[in-house]
């Protein structure tokens, strides 16, 4: 199956709209359901200059997208965080596994990154996996940290280290 990855562009909000505010995803992000894709619209548009949004597309359609999060502290400019989501009807065909290796390669490659930074749900095992696939390794554990579904949960807290810097 081909996975291409690309920029985003504004025709594709609709569809990262679709997917953002899917019930299957809301529980994994930090929002809550119902956004619409007016707020949804927001959130991709608020830090456009700091803000790299990658989407992962099958036979046409987006089924993902990633999010870098470039740090603007002047002391921070090597760290960026990541954001990502894959259609629910795309799980495990790939999409955030190439999605992942995009975003590593841009910082790696283009950006002049040196850490590459995300937070996730201590119950999402299959995000944990295709992050410590991706090199991620978990730096600690934030308790009760979100609400989630009726519940408090804990957080996550990985990054990856540029292969430059790892020793």
Known sequence: MDIMIRAAKKEDMERLAEIYDHPQVVPESSQHPFLGIEKISALFEAYQNSTIVLVGEIAGVVEGYLKINLCTKPRARHVASLG?????????????????????????????????????????????????????????????AAFKQGEYISLLRMAKISAKFNT
């Open 84 to 144: 990502m989501a894959v259609h629910p009807s795309a799980h495990g065909k790939g999409v955030g596994t190439a999605l992942i290796r995009a975003a590593v390669d841009q910082a790696d490659n283009w950006l002049n990154l040196v850490r590459l930074e995300l937070e996730v749900y201590a119950d999402n095992a299959n995000a944990i996996k295709l992050y410590k696939k991706a090199g991620f390794e978990i730096e600690g554990e934030s308790r009760f």
